[in-house]
């Protein structure tokens, strides 16, 4: 069975860093390629970023691009999410998924296996 784990979720001032981490089970986790979404109340899921499985390429929406960092240990079966220059935007729920498609990685569909969530709050 195949299970995504995320941690590191909490509350942190405007400016401040947070580390997200997702840990997978019941899958061949270099097979996948990784991504990190997120859901605020009351708005879709969005793409956050995404990896490929060698860990070589990364991907980042816009809103993100230049503040998260992607990157996986495939030796740990771990996603992580380096968020710095937290801004209350960036509050949601943040979720990792799993996918064997390389394309359309930016949308939720794509994804066959997701974790249940880590809430992150940007507030002073």
């Known amino acids: 069975q195949v299970q995504l784990v995320e941690s590191g979720g909490g509350l942190v001032q405007p400016g401040g860093s947070l580390r997200l981490s997702c840990a997978a089970s019941?899958?061949?986790?270099?097979?996948?390629?990784m991504g990190w979404f997120r859901q605020a109340p009351g708005k879709e899921r969005e793409f956050v970023a995404r990896?490929?499985?060698?860990?070589?390429?990364?991907y980042y929406a816009d809103s993100t691009a230049g503040r998260f960092t992607i990157s996986r240990d495939n030796a740990k079966n771990t996603v992580y999410l380096q968020m710095n220059s937290l801004k209350p935007e960036d509050t949601a729920v943040y979720f990792c998924?799993?996918?064997?498609?390389?394309?359309?990685?930016?949308?939720?569909?794509?994804?066959?296996?997701w974790g249940q969530g880590t809430q992150v709050t940007v507030s002073s």
């Open positions: 998924a799993a996918t064997t498609r390389v394309i359309g990685f930016t949308a939720p569909t794509t994804y066959a296996y």
């Open positions: 019941g899958v061949s986790f270099s097979s996948y390629d």
């Open positions: 990896i490929r499985r060698t860990g070589i390429n990364t």
